[in-house]
């Protein structure tokens, strides 16, 4: 079953807004077994919408359209599709009642523009939107065709793809049995990991499982995939569990999670089952790796805070760095970073902590210390251990790396207990990770 996705909206066009709606739209499609097939972003011009509309139906057996449904004059999504459908808007006094109310639980006024947001066209199913005042519209032609309209606010439209869309379309259509499974690694680029699975990924296809490498700085998502007809369902997912297990077992050193679950989460977890706690202590990083960590619920167990010690003077007054090791080494140096470490352990109280010092850019590089070099530690009951690295030139994707590489670190850490032998360990200088 093909899907085509049009996204209305100049702000998408100019880059003012990330269009993130596509992405999660297809996301969950193809957990339920569409083939999104296309993706259009549309400027909020009518003749441009009707054309996009038309070809998408010629294609694909749904279009879902999102955006141009405000109530501002240039919102002019359920127009068209009025027109399209050949039916006329039609005012639905419920919904003007239940927008009025939405507005008034806010304190904010109700105008006339408000209420003719109410004004949908007949031949449409409605989708209520109790998180918003832009109502979703279901259309089905008579060849069986699906067009659905939803606002273009991402949250609305979350709530209606879940609870009314998505619903509406399994029972609608007929989909194949369709599912995946990732497995999450760090600490390993894309083409070693494929090497090291080689002879395994090959006999994929031939057993009806796909496979997808999903590279991002610090990590590679690995995603297996199986289809079939929706009777299948048992034995696809004993097949799926099966060539998923065995990826884990080859590569068992650089899994840190399956799923939707990251470093963040693996490294949590850990600290969690051993009830040991975290902080950071962040120079280059600027407070990256306390709000990845910070981001996942139930955080608080484990991780319990940090020092963003920019400025020398921060790393001297609150992690206790000596000035002569400033002076001696540099703020990038390996004696520094083991010291920030251990200051933050100790001020904070926790079981853990790990520091960044490194030099982000795109200015402040010199030929001993380049942009992209980034010192690392961490510190754990039996002592602190560093490791150097660089990550390129460009700013964001340094801070980025370094800080899923350091959570890569203390995983490697807690997996070996914190023992003496990961402590007393040769250091690693990697030239490019």
């Not at 501002?72 to 599709?81: E, G, M, Q, Y």
């Not at 790990?354 to 030929?367: D, K, L, M, N, R």
Request: overall charge negative; glycine content about 10%.
């Amino acid at each position: 079953m093909n899907i085509h996705l049009l996204s209305i909206g100049d702000e998408l066009l100019i880059g003012q807004t990330v269009n993130t709606n596509a992405a999660w739209m297809g996301k969950r499609l193809t957990e339920d077994g569409w083939r999104v097939s296309r993706v259009v972003t549309l400027s909020d011009d009518p003749e441009t919408i009707r054309q996009e509309l038309d070809r998408a139906l010629e294609a694909a057996d749904a279009v879902l359209l999102t955006g141009g449904l405000g109530p501002t004059k240039d919102d002019l999504t359920k127009h068209v599709l009025a027109e399209h459908f050949g039916t006329e808007l039609v005012m639905h006094e419920d919904i003007a009642a239940q927008i009025q109310a939405w507005f008034e639980s806010r304190n904010v006024p109700f105008l006339e523009v408000n209420r003719l947001q109410a004004m949908l066209p007949r031949a449409c199913t409605v989708l209520p939107n109790p998180l918003g005042t832009a109502s979703g519209m279901w259309f089905e032609r008579p060849s069986g065709k699906v067009v659905v309209s939803m606002p273009g606010v991402p949250y609305e439209m979350e709530g209606l793809m879940d609870n009314e869309v998505l619903p509406r379309l399994r029972t609608h259509f007929k989909l194949p049995t369709t599912l995946y499974e990732t497995v999450v690694t760090a600490g390993i680029g894309e083409s070693s990991l494929a090497a090291l699975v080689a002879d395994w990924e090959e006999a994929l296809p031939a057993k009806g499982v796909s496979l997808a490498y999903l590279p991002s700085p610090g990590q590679v998502k690995v995603r297996l995939g199986v289809q079939g007809p929706a009777e299948d369902r048992t034995s696809l997912t004993q097949l799926l569990k099966s060539e998923t297990d065995a990826f884990v077992a080859l590569a068992a050193d650089h899994v840190i999670g399956r799923g939707h679950s990251g470093l963040p989460e693996a490294v949590l977890g850990m600290l969690q089952k051993r009830g040991q706690t975290v902080c950071t202590a962040e120079s280059c990083t600027g407070g990256r790796i306390a709000s990845m960590l910070t981001s996942v619920p139930g955080a608080s167990a484990s991780m319990w805070g940090g020092v963003v010690a920019y400025d020398n003077s921060v790393k001297q007054e609150i992690l206790g760095v000596s000035p002569e090791a400033l002076a001696e080494h540099g703020a990038v140096s390996e004696v520094v970073v083991k010291a920030m470490a251990r200051g933050a352990r100790k001020q904070l109280g926790t079981d853990w902590a790990v520091a960044t010092s490194g030099v982000a850019g795109p200015s402040g590089g010199t030929e001993e210390k380049p942009v992209g070099m980034v010192w690392m530690a961490v510190a754990g009951p039996e002592g602190e251990r560093a490791w150097c690295h660089r990550f390129g030139s460009q700013r964001e994707r340094i801070v980025q790396r370094a800080s899923r590489r350091i959570l890569t670190h203390l995983h490697e850490a807690l997996r070996e207990g914190g023992s003496e032998g990961w402590m007393n360990g040769e250091k690693v200088v990697s030239l490019q990770s």
